[in-house]
T-cell receptor, first 112, second 112 residues
Framework: DTAVSQTPKYLVTQMGNDKSIKCEQN?????MYWYKQDSKKFLKIMFS???????INETVPNRFSPKSPDKAHLNLHINSLELGDSAVYFC???????????FGSGTRLTVV | SQQGEEDPQALSIQEGENATMNCSYK?????LQWYRQNSGRGLVHLIL?????REKHSGRLRVTLDTSKKSSSLLITASRAADTASYFC????????????FGRGTSLIVHP
C-alpha cells in the first residue's frame, strides 16, 4: 500500500564504497525526485525525473547517478562514498503542478 | 535562489496555545504546500493552497497566502503535544524546469 517506498531504510558503509538506494512509487505520478536532508534539516533537491527523463540536476557531484528504468522507479547510485555524503536521502513523487509531493520515509546513509 | 524559507526556525509553546509559522518565497508560484516531518520520518503533506486562494482550512490548520508579499502562514490552533515536529513549506511553479525547493523548516515543540 505504501505510496513511495525506498530501500534500504538505513545504510552504513565505509568510505570509498559504492552503494545504491532504490525508490518506487505506485501513485502513477509522472515526476520523481531525490532530496538530501543534512543534519540541520535543510532539504536540498538533487535530481528530478519526468517520465524517465532527467529534468533537474542540481550541483551534485558526478559520483551521484540517478537511474530511472520506468516512470515508477528512480534509483540513486553513489560511487566512491565520502564522509560528507552522510545524510538522509528522500525520494518523492508528484503529478505535475497540481498537487503536492509524496515522500518516502527516507534512507539514512552513514559513511564511516 | 531558495524558495520556501520558514520563520521562525524554532518555536516552543504550551499545549493548547496556537502556533504560527511563516514562509516566504521568491518567484511566481502555482501553489504552495505545507508539510510536517516528525523526527526520523519522511515529510507528510498537510495542505496545499493555490495561487488564486487566500485562505484554506483543514481541521486545526489554517493556511493563508499573500501573493503580493510572496508569503504564507500556517496556523495550528489548540496545539497538542503530538503536533511537535518540523514544518516545511514548498512551492510549485510552471514549466518542467521549475525547481521545487524547501527551506530548513520551523521546529515546533509543544509542551504538555
Amino acid at each position: 500500500d505504501t505510496a513511495v517506498s525506498q530501500t534500504p531504510k538505513y545504510l552504513v558503509t565505509q568510505m570509498g564504497n559504492d552503494k545504491s538506494i532504490k525508490c518506487e512509487q505506485n501513485l502513477g505520478h509522472d515526476t520523481m525526485y531525490w532530496y538530501k536532508q543534512d543534519s540541520k534539516k535543510f532539504l536540498k533537491i538533487m535530481f528530478s525525473y519526468n517520465n524517465k527523463e532527467l529534468i533537474i540536476n542540481e550541483t551534485v557531484p558526478n559520483r551521484f547517478s540517478p537511474k530511472s528504468p520506468d516512470k515508477a522507479h528512480l534509483n540513486l547510485h553513489i560511487n566512491s562514498l565520502e564522509l560528507g555524503d552522510s545524510a538522509v536521502y528522500f525520494c518523492a513523487s508528484s503529478q505535475g503542478g497540481n498537487g503536492g509531493y509524496t515522500f518516502g520515509s527516507g534512507t539514512r546513509l552513514t559513511v564511516v | 535562489s531558495q524558495q520556501g524559507e520558514e520563520d521562525p526556525q524554532a518555536l516552543s509553546i504550551q499545549e493548547g496555545e496556537n502556533a504560527t509559522m511563516n514562509c516566504s518565497y521568491k518567484t511566481s508560484i502555482n501553489n504552495l504546500q505545507w508539510y510536517r516531518q516528525n523526527s526520523g520520518r519522511g515529510l507528510v503533506h498537510l495542505i496545499l493552497i493555490r495561487s488564486n486562494e487566500r485562505e484554506k482550512h483543514s481541521g486545526r490548520l489554517r493556511v493563508t497566502l499573500d501573493t503580493s508579499k510572496k508569503s504564507s502562514s500556517l496556523l495550528i490552533t489548540a496545539s497538542r503535544a503530538a503536533d511537535t515536529a518540523s514544518y516545511f513549506c514548498a512551492t510549485d511553479g510552471t514549466g518542467g524546469s521549475y525547481i521545487p525547493t524547501f527551506g530548513r523548516g520551523t521546529s515546533l515543540i509543544v509542551h504538555p
